[in-house]
């Protein structure tokens, strides 16, 4: 990586929150003759990739769907080769997130997984609990619908009043902010039921590249479209809203 790239970025035009649909691991195998399970292999370096690039130039937050809670739909043994890469990269991985300052969370109905799953998890978000350079959200068994279904029981549980804000304070990433800027890789232009919610006004953008292939130069192409995007979150653009009265 070149000491260009790996700079700090210009703040005002730096996603502070970016959320990544990492989907297109099967078709960049079998592309290849291989087997599926050797695209999510590579899918795990590609990641390990865009974790470093975005510590070094300062987003704070990246969440990145790992797991629907519609990819149960798959053949057994893609879940299966699926969930031990999950525990293989929390078992391997996390020291290193430590030391690069990240701090790990895993979002999703984790009920749904083994004990020895739920206990490896702790461990990596105990390990990583102190670090603030970036929060690694990682969605495993996650769904939009799931989300806004356990927070609306949560708001009702804790007796309170039903509202936008009591709502987002008990969903599963309720200590990021909503996402900047959401990238899909794999060519699809669909939600998939990832952040419902948080989407509200999200910037989307969509590539063809598939996941392996997605590197921290073509993370760098996406940073630089969202750079030129304008949000007005339903209001004008201020340069063009007339003068106050
Ligand atoms: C995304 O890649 C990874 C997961 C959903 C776990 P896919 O496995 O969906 O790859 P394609 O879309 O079939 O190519
Ligand atoms: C979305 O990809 C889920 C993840 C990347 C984990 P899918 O491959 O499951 O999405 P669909 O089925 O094409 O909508
Ligand atoms: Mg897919």
Not at 108 to 117: P, T, V
Request: glycine share 6%; proline share 5%.
């Amino acid at each position: 990586m070149t000491k260009k790239t790996a700079a700090k970025r210009d703040p005002a035009t730096l996603p502070k929150h970016v959320a990544v649909v990492m989907d297109g691991n099967g078709r960049w195998a079998q592309r290849r003759f291989l087997p599926r399970s050797s695209g999510h292999k590579f899918g795990v370096d590609a990641l390990k990739k865009m974790v470093r690039h975005c510590a070094e130039i300062g987003v704070a937050h990246l969440t990145v769907f790992a797991f629907s809670s519609e990819n149960w739909a798959r053949p057994a043994e893609e879940v299966q080769t699926l969930m031990d890469l999950f525990v293989k990269a929390l078992e391997k991985e996390s020291p290193e997130l430590a030391r690069q300052g990240v701090r790990l969370r895993v979002v999703g109905d984790l009920s749904a997984f083994s004990a020895e799953m739920r206990a490896l998890i702790d461990q990596a978000e105990a390990l990583t609990r102190q670090n603030d350079v970036l929060v690694l959200n990682v969605a495993l068994n996650y769904g939009g619908r799931w989300d806004m279904v356990q927070a609306a029981q949560a708001v009702l549980a804790a007796q309170e009043q039903p509202t936008a804000e009591t709502l987002a304070q008990h969903l599963a990433l309720a200590h990021s902010p909503d996402p900047d800027l959401l990238i899909r890789t794999g060519g699809e232009h669909r939600v998939s039921n990832f952040l419902l919610w948080q989407l509200a006004y999200t910037e989307l953008y969509f590539t063809d590249v598939l996941w392996p292939d997605f590197s921290p130069e073509a993370f760098d192409v996406a940073l630089a479209d969202y750079a030129r995007r304008q949000r007005r979150f339903g209001g004008v653009p201020e340069s063009k809203s007339p003068a106050a009265a």
